[in-house]
């Protein structure tokens, strides 16, 4: 019963899902295009990839947009492509999404309403400014936290367990 | 951050050109075009005919701008693009930067589309270093263009002190008075010396004569005026605070109240409600507390520290230093413990609101929750967040529990000392129990102002950071400005779009190149998909933003000569939302115009259709319409907005979306009304559903930011395009509800 109101629903939404069999992902240029095969086969110039549950699910969900941004069908898992689409896919993700890898936490001072965050990253140390941190903050499904800056910038902090005594020490406070 | 002559410098040495003079655009990016993750220090420099990306000193990419058919920046997730669509159809990234690059981007990204279109003037300029401050590099505040650390404190302190220079005399005398009570603070411990030594116990043995008696009756007097005078200076003290901070928070209140009314919409949206009602209420609050409160307690704080310092010292310096020797230790840790218990608190505050948000959440919409069945999950929510609650409540309040009784003990710990010595000086016969009680009396007085100081810091840091918030505002710059020069005109009501572009970033265009006039009298129907920029249309015939590119005039001048508010008293509105403040009928249409006599008021009611509801009302006019004009329908709250517009009786009517939120019975009374308004006013309407638009003169339509169409509706309809498909779609649809 529960299956079958499942299917309906699925059907109802009328949803595309892009596969390996019903479409080709190519790269045009500095970008993506994209050539949907079968009766409905059309040429996309380019496409615009956006991640539906990027916290929880950042290969997974994928929708695909026109130059007008109207979804021309989502991608269930990137993985189910070949390796070589697979990798201009996951390409195209990364450069859209810039999320700076830290480390630790060196410092955090709490002033002026405003939250100043020294940390070590990959690329070495660096500062940023948080601004309400009750939103800034979150921990996420596989428990990395996401860090985003007032200037919009986005970084993720390693699960809680995984950081250090005094990191953890200090990241608690805003979770 | 890089200077421009480094850049230059970079752009010249990989051979860009042989005379910097030729380069128009040079600017910096910080990520690699390509590459998710990499960090990089490129460079992008503009000649006249051609465009360089620069990576590692060497050119990476070139491209000529007669090639380039437009420039765009996009965005992505934490970083920003700056893309070239060229000519051949070819679309490629010319550079890509971090969030810290947003402002740059879009600053350099907008020149470029200004070369590419043969538009850039002036000098090659350094870009602001993205939101960071030039001179230390630190990241600004959203909205604030000054940076706390590097304007100095002294020039915040400065201009708060101007504003409260009014009741500077008051001020004065009432730090004065602070000076007063520290000094007056210092007699009792000796007028009870006295009692205790003479009187109470003393070395020899008394017999009770009348002037004993007297003697003795006039220190218990003197204590009490000593007393008397502390209190009746506490209470001209308060009252003088009172009159000063009544009238400093009602300065800064309307200060910063006028500023945000003269902020254009686009500022006042990037704030939320609740921050300016915290700048408003809380952040001044805080200030005055300050300056009214804070300051004086600090002089009192200060004297009593010296006073009582110097006189513990002049008594008996060795005695002082027993006292004093253990204090800087003990205001360095109770601070470092406070800090600690600071960020407890903080986190048993976070877990607390968490708490109360779930609370109204679930409560908001228990009729949800109910019809889902959801009451279960809710509680299981719920309890969550309490557990999380009460172990951080249980962690805070045990340090608090425990660290504070240790603290109170090392803070009295001076008094063992005194205890000991002073004990073996009275066994010896070298000090008497009186000046022990006065010296007790001193040690008690210090700790007051030694406690203080730790608290110091938290004191100014608040204060500082609610100065910096009002500033930011007051400071704030408006980008829609009277010129000194404009003028009030008299409206006859031809509008023309000359070549107008608009972007509200500066850089993607949401109206592109609209160039069309509408007629005095005519009634313009603006169709389009949402967000193709019909609301955005008659924001700019509001001059609520100013064009990026070309203008918009009104009987040919153009509105960045004329006053806002004689164009705006000219313009009636009637929005979808209806916003009604919390007054009587009478006051939301009066609104409008200030001045406006009753029979006005009523004439405007009736040609919008309100007064027919209205006189059936109890209270008529007075009818109190309730929060957001909540006691009244949709259909009536719109017919009270309409009649709002017409007060004015406006030169140009402007309806968006005016009938969408009313039931089709209403919509049609209401249409009709408007119809017999719009009659020879100049009316922009804005409606998805075109039948309303049926009465228009002309329909102009948008797709993609563009003018597609513009011209009468059977013309539109012969010409089978974008218009005639909407209302052919439309037709289907309302044919497919009735079956």
Redesign the interface.
């Known amino acids: 019963m529960d299956i079958n109101r499942e299917k309906e629903l699925l059907e109802a939404a009328g949803i595309v899902y892009l596969t390996c069999a019903n479409c080709r992902f190519e790269k045009?240029?500095?970008?993506v295009s994209l050539d949907l095969l079968g009766n409905e086969a059309k040429n996309y110039?380019?496409v615009n990839l956006h991640?539906l549950f990027?916290f929880d699910r950042p290969y997974s969900y994928i929708s695909v947009l026109d130059s007008?941004s109207q979804e021309i069908g989502i991608i269930a898992e990137i993985g189910d492509f070949d390796e070589e689409t697979c990798e201009l896919l996951k390409?195209e993700l990364?450069?859209?999404?810039?999320?700076?890898?830290l480390i630790s936490v060196s410092s955090v001072k709490d002033?002026?309403?405003?939250s100043?965050w020294k940390v070590q990253s990959t690329?070495g140390e660096i500062?940023?400014?948080i601004?309400d941190t009750?939103n800034s903050l979150r921990e996420n499904i596989d428990g990395k936290i996401s860090i985003?800056?007032?200037?919009?910038?986005?970084y993720t902090l390693p699960p809680l367990a995984k950081l250090d005594k005094k990191s953890r020490r200090l990241v608690?406070?805003?979770l | 951050m890089y200077s421009i002559n480094e850049l230059i410098s970079v752009a010249v040495k990989a051979n860009v050109c042989e005379d910097p003079k030729n380069i128009r655009i040079i600017f910096p990016y910080d990520l690699h075009p390509d590459n998710g993750i990499k960090s990089v220090g490129g460079v992008v420099a503009a000649t006249d005919d051609k465009v360089f990306v620069i990576d590692d000193g060497e050119i990476k990419k070139s491209f000529s701008l007669c090639d380039v058919e437009n420039i765009m920046v996009t965005n992505g997730i934490g970083c920003i693009f700056i893309e070239a669509k060229m000519k051949d159809g070819s679309e490629q990234v010319i550079c890509r930067g971090s969030g810290s690059s947003i402002k740059l981007f879009k600053e350099a990204g907008s020149d470029l589309i200004r070369l590419v279109n043969g538009k850039l003037k002036g000098e090659i300029k350094e870009y602001a270093g993205g939101n960071a401050c030039p001179k230390c590099g630190r990241p600004l505040l959203p909205g604030s263009s000054s940076c706390m650390r590097c304007t100095g404190k002294s020039s915040y302190v400065k201009r708060l002190l101007k504003i409260a220079y009014p009741w500077r005399w008051m001020i004065i005398l009432s730090v004065l008075l602070y000076f007063v009570t520290a000094v007056i603070g210092l007699i009792p411990p000796m007028l009870n010396q006295k009692l205790v030594d003479d009187y109470i116990q003393p070395n020899v043995a008394l017999t009770l004569t009348t002037s004993v008696l007297i003697g003795f009756v006039g220190v218990i007097v003197s204590m009490l005026i000593v007393n008397l005078i502390n209190r009746g200076v506490s209470i001209i003290r308060s009252l003088l605070m009172i009159d000063a901070g009544a009238g400093i928070i009602t300065k800064l209140r309307q200060m910063t109240f006028d500023k945000i009314q003269s902020l254009s919409i686009g500022r006042i949206n990037a704030r939320t409600s609740g921050e300016l009602i915290n700048r408003v209420y809380s952040d001044t609050q805080t200030v005055k507390n300050f300056l009214v409160n804070q300051i004086g307690e600090m002089i009192q704080m200060v004297v009593t520290l010296i006073t009582v310092g110097l006189i513990l010292f002049v008594y008996n310096w060795k005695l002082a230093l027993l006292v004093l020797c253990p204090m800087p230790v003990i205001v360095i840790a109770n601070r470092y413990i406070m800090q600690n218990l600071h960020k407890y608190f903080k986190l048993s505050w976070v877990t607390s609101s968490k708490a109360s948000s779930i609370l109204h959440d679930t409560f908001s919409g228990i009729r949800v929750v109910k019809s889902f069945g959801m009451e279960n999950k809710e509680i299981g929510r719920y309890k969550e967040i309490t557990d999380k609650e009460r172990e951080v409540s249980i962690r805070s309040e045990s340090f608090a529990g425990s660290i504070m009784p240790i603290i109170s003990f090392f803070l009295g710990i001076g008094e063992f000392f005194i205890m000991f010595y002073v004990g073996n000086k009275i066994i010896g016969g070298e000090m008497t129990l009186g000046e022990m009680s006065k010296f007790s009396a001193y040690v008690g007085l210090i700790y007051a102002p030694l406690r203080w100081i730790s608290r110091l810091p938290n004191i100014i840091s608040r204060t500082g950071t609610s100065l910096v918030k009002i500033f930011d505002i007051l400071d704030e710059e408006n980008e829609v400005e009277d010129k000194p020069d404009c003028v009030d005109i008299d409206i006859n009501g031809e509008i023309t779009f000359d070549d107008l572009s608009f972007s509200y970033d500066e850089t993607n265009p949401v109206l592109k190149n609209l160039s069309f006039t509408i007629n005095q009298g005519e009634m313009i129907g603006i169709v389009g998909r949402s967000g193709v920029g019909k609301s955005t249309l008659i924001n700019l015939v509001m001059r609520m933003y100013d064009p990026t590119f070309g203008a918009v005039k009104i009987d040919g001048v153009d509105l960045r000569d004329i006053s806002q508010s004689s164009l705006r008293s000219q313009i009636g509105v009637v929005l979808q939302e209806t916003y009604l403040f919390s007054g009587t009928i009478y006051d939301n249409i009066s609104y409008a115009k200030a001045g406006a006599t009753k029979e006005e008021v009523i004439a405007a009611a009736k040609l919008a259709g309100a007064h027919k509801f209205i006189v059936k009302l109890p209270d008529g006019y007075n009818t109190r319409v309730g929060e957001r004009g909540n006691t009244l329908s949709g259909g009536e709250r719109q017919r009270v907005s309409i009649a709002r517009a017409l007060l004015r009786n406006p030169k140009i009517l402007i309806l968006d979306e005016a009938t969408s939120a009313l039931d089709t019975e209403t919509e049609k009374e209401v249409q009709d009304v408007l119809y017999k308004l719009t009659r020879g006013r100049t009316t922009l309407a804005i409606a998805h559903r075109l039948s309303t638009l049926r009465n228009s003169d002309k329909i102009l339509v948008l797709d993609k930011g563009r003018l597609a169409e513009f011209g009468p509706h059977d013309e539109l309809m012969a010409k089978k395009g974008i218009y005639y498909d909407l209302v052919m779609a439309q037709r289907q649809m309302s044919k497919m509800s009735r079956n």
Do not use: M, Q, W
């Not at chain 1, 985003?148 to 986005?154: H, V, W």
């Open positions: 045009k240029g500095d970008f110039s380019r991640r990027p007008d390409h990364d450069r859209k999404y810039y999320v700076c890898d002033r002026f309403g405003f100043y690329a500062t940023f400014t601004r009750h985003s800056d007032i200037d919009g910038n986005r608690e406070l805003y």
